[in-house]
Every structure is written in structure tokens, then in C-alpha cells.
């Protein structure tokens, strides 16, 4: 048990949700606009999606540290570390820490793989092109997430919005969609809040050790602006695909997530200290979530009663 809570920590698996939800949706649009539904194809997707998710968060903790990132958050006073502690604080070895990330990827392959022999090669360019960016943020010799030219949240937008969303249709359609890519849109927006939010509890210490996100580039006043602008960007397009029918018009019962990080929004100013962004990153990380369910229930909602 010792080991598996080290293993969870360590992948930062509590927030598998932002994976597993646009898994979800993917297969709730098939379901919905095609009747179509697969359970073996899906649990297959699941796993490999979420192998490949806590890969990417353990193979950005491990180039973090190698690139000393890690170090210099957690020497800086004024900065909340957000990584898993493991290898800066010398709990694991950096050895064991790779071997354990590579399994993982190995986990994706495989079920990408599986996928394929039912549905073709193509499924492996979705897995192919999201291994790629998680290796790529933070790895040389791109390094773009460091970069600070808003490379991150695009990728972030794509990894964790437009592959799985639309991925997960082709699996269980073997088609393409310009409903699967809209429906991508709302959750994968929330989901780069998430990541933007993220910045700002270690932004200080990231600025030291050269890794310029947004957040560094633009200043905390104006991030905190463009934070703002994201999260009505992604309720705006929930909006869009109901206009277009993408979804029915009681997902709108979703709007009611935006409320709490509205509410957090309110009490910051222009400058805060590194806790006062505690809030806001649960309250986007919990949006996310909350949204994304209530879209995954309402097309399934709108897929038993067609």
C-alpha cells in the first residue's frame, strides 16, 4: 500500500479526472449523434489515455528536476512547489522515478496498439502526436513549454481536449466529426485554465530557473487578466455548441460551474502571494470536472432518449 500511494503521489493521479473526462466525452458524443458504443474499445481507450496522462505528469516532474526547476521552488520562500517532492527531496531515485515513467508509456503503447488492430493505424497518430508534446514540454531540445510564448496552453488545449475528445469518437465511429472537435473545446479550455492557474503558485522560482511561462512573460496583473478571459472563453464555447446542436440545451445547467471561480476571482488583487492562488486552482480544477460531467451526462441523457 506504501508503494501504491508513492506511485499516486507521484503521477499526481487525483487529477486523472481532466483525462478520463474527455475520454468520456468522446465516446457519450458517439453514443449520442450515432448510436454507436463500444465497452471494450472504451475501457481500452481509458486505460490508455490515463497511462498516458500520468506519464506526462511524471516525465514534466522528471526533466523539471533535471532542468532545476524542482530546486529552485523549493528553495524559494515565496513559491508553492507543485511537483511531487520525490526527486527534489531525494525519497526516490531518479532511476526508479524513469523506470516507472517509461512503464507507463509502455502501457500507453500497448493499448494503442489494441486499438488499432480494430480500428487501423490511424488511432496511433492521436497517441503518437500526445506522447510527443508531453515529452517535448519540458524536454530538450524544444523545451516549449519554457519557452513563454503560449506553446504550453495550446498544447495542453490539444492534449487534453481535441486528441482524446475526437480520439475516442474515431475509436468508437471511425470517423471524423466537427461536433467531436467542438465538443473538445469547452473542456479542453477549462482544462488549460487549470494549467495556467498552476503557474501562478510558482511563478517566482520559475523566473530563476529561466522556465518563462506566461505567467513570467506577462506579469501577474495581466495573467491574471488573460486567466480570467480563458475561463469565459470556455463557457462562451459550451454556449456556441449548443447553439450549433453539438449538445442539447439542458447542458446549460453547466454554466452553473463557473460560478466558484467567479467567486475566487473577486478576492484577489492585481498582486497576491503565492497562497492566495490555492483557491483558484481548486476551483478551476473542480470547474473542470463538474462541467465535464454534466456534459458527459446530458449527451448521454440526449443519446437514450433520441
Known amino acids: 500500500m506504501n508503494k501504491l500511494n508513492l506511485f499516486m503521489k507521484a503521477s499526481r493521479f487525483r487529477v486523472i479526472p481532466v483525462m478520463i473526462i474527455p475520454v468520456i466525452l468522446g465516446a457519450m458524443g458517439a453514443y449520442a449523434w450515432e448510436g454507436i458504443f463500444h465497452p471494450f474499445l472504451f475501457v481500452i481507450t481509458l486505460v490508455g489515455a490515463g497511462a498516458a496522462h500520468l506519464f506526462s505528469n511524471m516525465i ?12 529552485a521552488a523549493k528553495e524559494t520562500a515565496s513559491t508553492i512547489s507543485t511537483n511531487s517532492g520525490y526527486l527534489a527531496n531525494g525519497i526516490v531515485t531518479e ?12 502501457i500507453a503503447l500497448i493499448c494503442g496498439i489494441i486499438l488499432s488492430f480494430y480500428t487501423g493505424w490511424g488511432v496511433l497518430i492521436f497517441g503518437g502526436i500526445g506522447a510527443l508534446i508531453a515529452y517535448f514540454y519540458v524536454a530538450p ?24 475528445v475526437m480520439g475516442t469518437y474515431f475509436v468508437q465511429t471511425l470517423q471524423f466529426d466537427y461536433r467531436a472537435l467542438m465538443l473538445s473545446l469547452p473542456i479542453g479550455l477549462l482544462t488549460t485554465l487549470i494549467l495556467f492557474n498552476h503557474h501562478f503558485l510558482h511563478w517566482q ?21 488573460i486567466s480570467k478571459f480563458l475561463l469565459i472563453l470556455a463557457y462562451l464555447s459550451l454556449l456556441v455548441c449548443v447553439i450549433i446542436g453539438v449538445m442539447p440545451i439542458y447542458v ?3 454554466l452553473v460551474t463557473f460560478l466558484p471561480v467567479y467567486k475566487v476571482y ?21 470547474a473542470a470536472i463538474r462541467c465535464g ?7 448521454l441523457i440526449q443519446g437514450i432518449f433520441q
Open 293 to 299: 460531467l454534466l456534459m458527459s451526462i446530458s449527451l
Open 60 to 71: 514534466n516532474d522528471l526533466w523539471d528536476f533535471r532542468n532545476g526547476v524542482d530546486v
Open 266 to 286: 473577486k478576492q484577489l488583487q492585481d498582486k497576491n502571494p503565492s497562497q492566495a492562488y490555492l483557491p483558484l486552482l481548486g476551483a478551476s480544477l473542480k
Open 95 to 106: 532511476r526508479i522515478f524513469a523506470a516507472l515513467t517509461w512503464m507507463l508509456l509502455g
Open 205 to 225: 522560482s520559475d523566473k530563476e530557473s529561466g522556465k518563462l511561462t506566461l505567467v513570467v512573460v506577462w506579469g501577474e496583473r495581466r495573467a491574471l487578466q
Open 141 to 164: 531540445p524544444l523545451k516549449f513549454g519554457y519557452r513563454g510564448k503560449g506553446y504550453s496552453e495550446v498544447a495542453i488545449l490539444v492534449s487534453f481536449g481535441i486528441l482524446p
Open 252 to 254: 446549460l445547467l453547466a
